[in-house]
């Protein structure tokens, strides 16, 4: 693997298992534009495997309810911005109209961490599942992987 490939996959992973430090360390070295693209990856990943297709407004509110009264911080997380995120990332292009995004790396971050959590991957799963986010922000950023 390139040194792009093994950054993407060691952030991604820093951020589902909470390693602040690491995330940070990783998105300078690797610029903002490649670890938003990673993390973007990371949360559409995680509400593929949370949600349906067809999910309804209720259910995101309910789903952003629930996360946040189980996280300590989860108090800090906007909720119209989480469900608006959602909401849009599932195909309602109206959902964030009117929304402040300046919160949205870290939300994304927040719910993907929820759904990682609610999912209770082994560690087997995890890697799975952080190759997949990997090569998906692979094709988001337009570079193949080795």
């Not at 911005?81 to 109209?97: F, K």
């Not at 929304?99 to 790396?105: E, H, I, K, S």
């Amino acid at each position: 693997m390139t040194l792009t490939t093994d950054s993407l996959a060691t952030l991604i992973r820093s951020v589902l298992t909470r390693q602040a430090d690491t995330y940070q360390r990783m998105t300078q070295q690797m610029g903002g534009y490649r670890a938003r693209a990673a993390v973007s990856a990371t949360f559409t990943l995680a509400l593929e495997r949370q949600f349906s297709e067809l999910v309804s407004p209720k259910e995101v509110a309910e789903f952003v309810s629930d996360i946040r009264s189980v996280y300590p911080n989860g108090h800090k997380v906007d909720p119209i911005l989480a469900e608006g995120l959602i909401r849009h990332a599932l195909g309602d292009d109206s959902a964030l109209q009117g929304v402040d995004l300046t919160d949205a790396p870290a939300t994304e971050m927040f719910i993907s961490i929820a759904v990682v959590d609610h999912l209770q991957l082994n560690e087997e799963q995890l890697n799975e599942f952080v190759s997949e986010a990997r090569e998906f922000a692979l094709e988001e950023l337009g570079e193949a992987s080795s």
